[in-house]
């Protein structure tokens, strides 16, 4: 079991940044594959960034590739987002996830591929 605590939303001005955190707890020797997902009501989840191991290779999403980055901090088990050149595009309820599907050494996107949620943070970008 793994628990997951997100933290470091809000709103901020198009072109503003945001570091978003992931406070992980629990069995957090077995997160192979932690990632951050964005949602809006009525719209697919979407798989922002994932990392493999905890210092391997990121994926991210071709929108927000060059504008956020994923890392983790294994020593205070807490993972991140730092996003930049922050649009309205970007709006949306933030969560990060455990989970254990990859391939080559490169973690899933796919939301059905993670098995442990935390409860969100609001992300609202406006202009």
């Known amino acids: 079991q793994v628990q997951l605590v997100e933290s470091g939303g809000g709103s901020v001005q198009a072109g503003g940044s945001l570091r978003l955190s992931c406070a992980a707890s629990?069995?957090?020797?077995?997160?192979?594959?932690m990632g951050w997902f964005r949602q809006d009501p009525g719209v697919e989840r979407e798989g922002v960034a994932t990392?493999?191991?905890?210092?391997?290779?990121?994926k991210y999403a071709t929108s927000v590739k060059g504008r956020f980055t994923i890392f983790q901090d294994n020593a205070k088990n807490t993972l991140y987002l730092q996003m930049t050149n922050l649009e309205p595009e970007d709006t949306a309820l933030y969560y990060c996830a455990v989970g254990f599907v990859h391939s080559g050494g490169y973690c899933s996107t796919y939301s059905t591929d993670y098995d442990y949620w935390g409860q969100g943070t609001q992300v609202t970008v406006y202009s």
């Open positions: 629990g069995d957090t020797y077995s997160s192979i594959c």
């Open positions: 990392i493999y191991n905890g210092d391997g290779p990121t």
